[in-house]
């Protein structure tokens, strides 16, 4: 079973940026998707990003202009380059890769303090 474990998380102040990363146990190959979403206390777990193998990106409209999700390889799939971070994009981070399965992390925490 391929476990997926999100890095790059932390603690900033409002404006900073953070690239979170995200490592598969084992090369994962066939990805139809990969994607990052993100979870607040007390809200449901929200799309941040998602891309395609074809290259097509989405984002929420809240992260438009400032966020980025890039391709890695197979053993790093995906990336997230969060600038002009604000106080609201705190939450936990999950990275999320689709083949014929789904594929989830536990998380990483994202505080952004104003």
């Known amino acids: 079973q391929v476990q997926l474990v999100e890095s790059g998380g932390g603690l900033v102040q409002a404006g900073e940026s953070l690239r979170l990363s995200c490592a598969a146990s084992e090369s994962i190959f066939f990805i139809n998707r990969m994607g990052w979403y993100r979870q607040a206390p007390g809200k449901q777990r929200e799309l941040v990003a998602t891309?395609?193998?074809?290259?097509?990106?989405n984002y929420a409209d809240s992260v438009k202009g400032r966020f980025t999700i890039s391709r890695g390889n197979a053993k790093n799939p995906v990336y997230l380059q969060m600038n002009s971070l604000k106080a609201e994009d705190t939450a936990t981070y999950y990275c999320s890769v689709t083949t014929t399965k789904d594929y989830w992390g536990q998380g990483t925490q994202v505080s952004v303090s104003s």
């Open positions: 891309m395609t193998t074809g290259g097509r990106e």
